[in-house]
């Protein structure tokens, strides 16, 4: 059974930071692009940043120069590090997993990112 477990949303104050974290279970962590994506009421979802199994990695230009996303093989996680963060950045944040090779996606269930001005 595959699971992709996010954690470390929260409250915080625009110009803070936070770290979202994905924990993947029941695939073979390495051979998956990792992806962060996020949902505002009313939005679509929208893709933040990604991260291949070699470790390039894209992002939307929104969240250029302020989030980073990594990926710890040995920990099958991803991270999402979130700084100088705006109102605008509020939303629920969901991991995505995805196989170039069998296309297989999966999601996780989000986490909230709620941001004050």
């Known amino acids: 059974q595959v699971q992709l477990v996010e954690s470390g949303g929260g409250l915080v104050r625009a110009g803070g930071s936070l770290r979202v974290s994905c924990a993947a279970s029941?695939?073979?962590?390495?051979?998956?692009?990792m992806g962060w994506y996020r949902q505002a009421p009313g939005n679509e979802r929208e893709l933040v940043a990604v991260?291949?199994?070699?470790?390039?990695?894209n992002y939307a230009d929104s969240v250029k120069g302020r989030f980073t996303i990594s990926r710890d093989n040995a920990k099958n996680t991803v991270y999402l590090q979130m700084n100088y963060l705006k109102a605008e950045d509020t939303a629920v944040y969901y991991c995505?997993?995805?196989?170039?090779?069998?296309?297989?996606?999966?999601w996780g269930q989000g986490t909230q990112v709620t941001v004050s001005s």
């Open positions: 995505n997993a995805f196989s170039r090779w069998s296309r297989d996606t999966y």
């Open positions: 991260i291949s199994t070699g470790g390039s990695t």
């Open positions: 029941g695939i073979l962590f390495r051979n998956f692009d």
